[in-house]
Every structure is written in C-alpha cells, then in structure tokens.
C-alpha cells in the first residue's frame, strides 16, 4: 500500500521526544532498502530468527540426552535440570545488559561476534568431563545466546519500522525461533546422539553456527545505529548493580527450589533456607533499584501500558508451563518408556511440525483478527494441552494423549509468542527498541529457570513419597510426571482470565504507538484499525 510517510515512531533524546517526519510517497509491502535482493532479506531474517533460537535450540538438545549424560557422567536430578536452567539463566538475566549494549556501541559486531562464540562453546562443551564443566558450559552458551538476541531484534525493529503485512510475515518467522528453536533442538540432537552419543549434540550446534556465522556475514546489512562513545557517562548506562541483582536473585531462588527436596533436612537445611530467602530479597532490590536509578534495564514507564503488563504476565504464565513440560515428557519417554533419543525425536516431531504451521498461520492472520483473541486461544490451547500430559498412564496410547498434546502446547506458545513480539516492537521508540526485546526474551528465558526449580521440587517430593496405592495413579510410575505436567495446567490457567482484560486489536495494519496516557492507555500517531480512514 502505497501513502505519504507523515511520521515514524517518535525518538527520545534526554526525555524529550521529537517526531521524525519525512514527505515522499512509500510502499509499506516493499523490500526495505537496506537489501540488495529479496535473497538477502530472507537471509537475514533466517539469521535473526537463529539468533533467538540459540538459547532453546540448546534446552531442546539437553532435553533428549538427559537419560545419556545422567548415567555417563553421574549427574543427580537437580544437576541434570541445571543444564537447561544454568543456559536459561544466563541468557534471562544479560538479555537486557546487552540489549543497552548493542543500543549504545552498535548491533552489527555484538551480532556476529556473539554467534561466533557460541559455536567455540558448543564445541568445548562436547568435551565435557563433569557434571559442573557441562552445566558452566551451558551457561556460557546462554550468555552468547543474550548476546546476540538485542541486536538482532533491534536491526529488524529498525529496518521494518512501519506496521504492515511485511512485517508481520518477518515477525512471526522471528517469534518462531523461541518455540521452534527447542523442537528442532530435540530432533537434530536425538538424531546425532543416536549415530554418535550424546557429546554429538554439542558439536552439531558448534557446526550449525560456523554455517550461521558465514551466511551472516553476506546477508546483515550496514548497521547505521548512531553509536555511542566510551565515556563516564556511557558506562553509567550499564545497569551493572541490576545485572547483578537479576544473577543472583533468580540463581539463588531457583537453586533452592530444585535443591530443597535433595537436602540432607529437605526444606529445613539451613542453606536451602538462606538461598531461597536471599534469592527472594535479591529479586525485591532489583525492582527497587530500577525505580531509584537513573539508567534502569527496564524503564518502569513501560508498565503504565496497561496491555503491554498484561501480554508480558500472560506470557510469562505460559513460559513457567511450556519448555517444562517438553523436558518432563522428553524425561519420561526416556525414563519409562525407554525410548532412544532418536525415538524421543520422532515423537516429538508433531511440535516442530505443528509449530511451523502455526507461525505461518499467525503471521496471515495478525493483522485480520484481534490479537487478544490469539492470546486467548493460546492460553487455552495450553491449558489443554498439559491436562492431556497429566491424566494420561504410563500405558495409555500416544495418539491419544501426547500427540494431542504436544499440537496445542506449540499452538499455546506461538500465538502468544508472535502477539506479544510484535505488540512490544511498537511500545518503544526505535532507540530503545533493543531493550524492549530484551524484556519480552528475558521474561521467557528467566521464566524456564524458575519453572524448572519448581517442577525439580514437585517431582523430587513425589518421588520421595513414593507411588501411590491407590487412586487414579495407583502404582503408575508416571505418577512423579504427571504432577509436574498438572502443575503446567495451574500454572498456564491463571493466564486465561488476564485475557479478557486485553484491548489488543489487529496488529500490523498503518499506524505506529506514539506514547501513553494519563491513564496507562496508549495512543496512536496514525489510524491504526480496520474501518477508520486511511492517510
């Protein structure tokens, strides 16, 4: 469609927020400028999208190979959920010091760079020793995995500022690298754990990256983000006391929780008390010091948007549920089931599947349909899908209980995921639009650590009580799976009701968010729905 450009969204500059206007005809659908070809830009957004599937391509890897490593290198239950917790971690807790990084000294390098790094990791990774060494090593990763995800999302927020069809066609490829990323993690790790053994993983990653890398270099266009200079007050900008605080509140908290059931008094052990009320006391400061300082890692102004809040707790919700159940039933089906890791792959096929037809289906339909809508179906789908996990036997059929399953979960996370990227991708100008992606990947990220801190909890306590001898899990050794697939169902539930509270409609029609009311509502510089006049 082609209309004069009357504004972009609005840049600030020391509070003060001036519009950038230009006059000229343009074409929203068009190839933006910065592509020599439409070959380069769908390069560049399958660059992009790898980037944010870095951190769940590797939880999707461990998630197979839990039964291999537990038994090679002696690992206990609260180790083995480490090595996805210690990556979620990690990445969750430096999202948004990057996000400041790449805003202030420039995308492009911290891009690269980045990938580069995670593929030597991985590859180190592969030689892993201990138990200690892999799950460090896991965390390294998820650090390269925070690095790269800001100023990916900040080069496509820059590159496709407009709302249009365009962008919600790049948006949702983008969002699928989350959800999709931990699919095809599980599948090319079972596949190479099955030829190999389970180190294979590891050196599969480090080879797709060396391949993402190259294709990097050729497709990421210049990246012209005014840079800053290194000076005192630039370093003032990196919110190292909320890093700081993020670490160790969520580290202890988590560390707790999938430790408690393990020590040697449970929950009375002296220093399962201490981590979990440290931890609790860390996360407060955090939230106090980033209303006190002057340079936050989450502007707190952000909150005033009623539905931003709203999208960013719905999500969270479904994110403490989502990666957890695809580790448990991976756990099962290795544990009880006996299955290979390639045969754990296969059955976890129908997410990979499920969830590419999916993100098609969102990216056609956002801009068509109310968005508060998907989220609801979302929240509902997964609601459905961990009851299906949780009331099945260990002999009750695949067909009937884990496949169906596994469709809605990935229908849950990929409405939600692509809703609430592109909705944050228009509450920031595009100076802080790094930062806003990392808020939406932090919550994702952090949300997998505590999920499985609790869920360690849930199926340690079962365990410890032993199998029940009567009732509906009578003698079922399921019975330790199910309650952390029933937890899912809780936990995802309670994000039903915040949905009919959202007043998201399509997204990706003309218009652009230009700030917030006295009321916490947003504005909008130009008509942004269906059925208003057109500029």
């Known amino acids: 469609m082609e209309r004069l450009n009357e504004s972009v969204q609005p840049e600030k500059a020391d509070g003060v927020t001036t519009a950038i206007t230009a006059t000229g005809p343009i074409d929203d659908e068009a190839r933006p400028d910065v592509f020599s070809s439409t070959v380069q830009e769908i390069l560049f957004v399958a660059v992009a999208t790898m980037a944010i599937a870095m951190s769940s391509l590797v939880s999707g890897a461990v998630t197979v190979i839990t039964a291999q490593v537990q038994n090679d290198l002696g690992m206990t239950t609260a180790e083995l959920t480490w090595l996805s917790g210690s990556s979620s971690l990690a990445a969750g807790s430096f999202l948004l010091f990057f996000g400041r990084l ?40 998820g650090l390269m995995s925070a690095a790269s995800v800001p100023p990916g999302q900040g080069m496509l927020a820059n590159i496709y500022q407009r709302p249009s069809k365009r962008k919600n066609r790049v948006f949702a490829c983008f969002s699928a690298g989350n959800p999709m990323g931990f699919v095809f993690g599980s599948v090319f790790s079972g596949i190479a754990t099955q030829l190999f053994n389970w180190r294979a993983s590891y050196f599969l990653l480090a080879i797709i990256y ?38 160790a509140g969520i580290g202890m908290f988590s560390g707790a929780l999938s430790l408690g059931s393990d020590a040697p008094q449970g929950w009375k052990t002296p220093y399962v008390l201490v981590l979990l009320i440290l931890g609790a006391l860390f996360i407060l400061g955090f939230i106090i010091w980033e209303k006190w300082y002057t340079y936050p ?47 754990v792959a296969v059955h976890m096929l129908p997410m990979a599947i499920g969830g590419i037809l999916v993100n098609i289906v969102a990216g056609l339909v956002m801009h068509r349909v109310s968005n508060s809508l998907l989220m609801a179906i979302g929240a509902v789908a997964y609601v459905g899908a961990f009851l299906l996990m949780g009331l099945q036997h260990s002999a009750s059929s695949y067909w009937a209980f884990i496949f169906p399953g596994l469709l809605l979960a990935v229908v849950g996370a990929d409405f939600e995921f692509c809703v609430a990227n592109m909705y944050v991708m228009s509450s920031l100008p595009p100076a802080q639009q790094s930062i806003a992606g990392g808020i939406l990947q932090t919550v994702t990220k952090l949300c997998v650590t505590i999920g499985m801190g609790i869920s360690t909890a849930i199926y340690d306590a079962v365990v410890s009580r032993g199998l029940a001898e009567g009732g509906y899990f009578a003698g079922d050794p399921i019975e330790p799976y199910s309650a952390t697939f029933l937890y899912c169902a809780g936990i995802a539930a309670l994000g039903i009701p915040l949905c009919a509270f959202l007043r998201i409609g399509s997204q990706g029609n003309t218009g652009v968010k230009e700030g917030l009311d006295h009321d916490g509502r947003s504005k909008e510089s130009v008509v942004e729905e269906k059925g208003r006049a057109e500029v």
């Not at 790449?102 to 020793?129: I, N, P, Q, Y």
């Not at 719905?314 to 290979?340: E, H, N, R």
């Open 102 to 141: 790449a805003d202030l000294f420039g995308r492009k390098t911290l891009f690269l760079g980045s990938m580069v790094l995670f593929a030597v990791f991985s590859l180190a990774a592969g030689f892993s020793k201990t138990p200690l060494q892999l799950d460090i090593l896991n965390g390294v990763m």
């Open 210 to 247: 060396v391949v993402v890398v190259a294709i990097a270099i050729l497709s990421v266009p210049v990246d012209h983000t005014p840079k800053t200079t290194l000076s005192v007050q630039a370093i003032k900008q990196f919110d190292v006391v909320g890093t700081l605080l993020t670490i």
């Open 297 to 343: 890692l989450v502007p707190m102004s952000i909150w005033g948007d009623r539905d931003f809040s709203l999208v960013i707790a719905i999500l969270l919700l479904g994110f403490l549920a989502f990666p957890i159940m695809s580790f448990w039933v991976a756990l099962f089906m290795q544990k009880i089931k006996g299955y290979s890791p390639l045969m």
